[in-house]
């Protein structure tokens, strides 16, 4: 798993396909109830995840996800109910989950000392373009820091006219690279354009690194997915 040192009482984990108990097309660590894995393996692997930052897997929330730019205040123990794709709490017992397996999963923190608040978003093409991480943002408030997880990279993402046209009036012509469409990159201009300055970005591939990371790009399903799970500590 891959941690973020996030400033102030967070425990923030992005996690990857290692070290779960699921197998087959989702080896090992399968967040995702809904790829067809067997859900008695899902729930170890969540409960793993939550062990990762300390958490207990009763109270884990997390959305039914739509590629919106909805973030919900998370609810204790809220799975799968409500459509969208972020969620927000400043409650320190309360673990948040966003999954993804191409989709940039971010996380979003309180960093200037005011009551402590943490997000995790789910951001793919659609999300991005429609406002979830200005949603994000917004939900939290103050002085913030994000981290922007593994997703699929540059190097990888080749899309038609129709997606690259609204990126490049978003975010300009350097936003693709021929075909190719760097998602890292718009997710950073869209989280300094909402005013947070502090960001940290893996710049890890999904579709690149077969070994550490489900990609629907790249298998298709069934596969399973990771995310990233936060606290306030």
Request: glycine letters at 12%; proline letters at 6%; hydrophobic letters at 40%.
């Given at each position: 798993?891959?941690?973020?040192?996030?400033?102030?009482?967070?425990?923030?984990?992005?996690?990857?396909?290692?070290?779960?108990?699921?197998?087959?097309?989702?080896?090992?660590?399968?967040?995702?109830?809904?790829?067809?894995?067997?859900?008695?393996?899902?729930?170890?692997?969540?409960r793993?995840a939550?062990?990762?930052?300390?958490?207990?897997?009763?109270?884990?929330?997390?959305?039914?996800?739509?590629?919106?730019?909805?973030?919900?205040?998370?609810?204790?123990g809220?799975?799968?109910?409500?459509?969208?794709?972020?969620?927000?709490?400043?409650e320190?017992?309360?673990?948040?989950?966003?999954?993804?397996?191409?989709?940039?999963?971010?996380?979003?923190?309180?960093?200037?000392g005011?009551?402590?608040?943490v997000?995790?978003?789910?951001?793919?093409?659609i999300?991005?373009?429609?406002?979830?991480?200005?949603?994000?943002?917004?939900?939290?408030?103050?002085?913030?820091?994000?981290?922007?997880?593994p997703?699929?990279?540059?190097?990888?993402?080749?899309v038609?006219?129709?997606?690259?046209?609204?990126?490049?009036?978003?975010?300009?012509?350097?936003?693709?690279?021929?075909?190719?469409?760097?998602?890292?990159?718009?997710?950073?201009?869209?989280?300094?354009?909402?005013?947070?300055?502090?960001?940290?970005?893996?710049?890890?591939c999904?579709?690149?690194?077969?070994?550490?990371?489900?990609?629907?790009?790249?298998?298709?399903?069934?596969?399973?997915?990771?995310g990233?799970?936060?606290?306030?500590?």
């Amino acid at each position: 798993m891959i941690r973020w040192d996030a400033p102030g009482p967070y425990k923030v984990v992005f996690t990857t396909r290692v070290g779960g108990v699921s197998e087959g097309p989702y080896a090992s660590l399968n967040l995702g109830r809904k790829t067809g894995d067997d859900v008695e393996r899902v729930d170890e692997n969540r409960r793993r995840a939550c062990a990762e930052i300390g958490a207990d897997p009763i109270g884990l929330a997390l959305n039914y996800q739509v590629h919106s730019a909805v973030v919900r205040r998370a609810q204790q123990g809220e799975r799968g109910v409500a459509q969208g794709d972020g969620l927000w709490t400043e409650e320190p017992a309360l673990p948040v989950l966003a999954l993804a397996a191409d989709c940039l999963p971010i996380a979003l923190v309180r960093a200037n000392g005011a009551a402590p608040a943490v997000s995790v978003l789910h951001a793919g093409r659609i999300g991005l373009l429609d406002g979830v991480v200005e949603a994000g943002v917004e939900a939290l408030g103050g002085t913030l820091a994000a981290a922007i997880g593994p997703a699929i990279g540059p190097c990888c993402y080749e899309v038609g006219e129709e997606v690259a046209a609204p990126y490049r009036a978003r975010f300009g012509a350097g936003i693709m690279r021929g075909r190719k469409l760097d998602l890292w990159q718009a997710a950073e201009r869209a989280l300094r354009d909402a005013g947070v300055d502090r960001i940290e970005r893996f710049d890890l591939c999904t579709a690149c690194n077969p070994e550490l990371f489900f990609s629907h790009r790249r298998d298709g399903k069934p596969r399973g997915v990771q995310g990233v799970v936060a606290r306030v500590s």
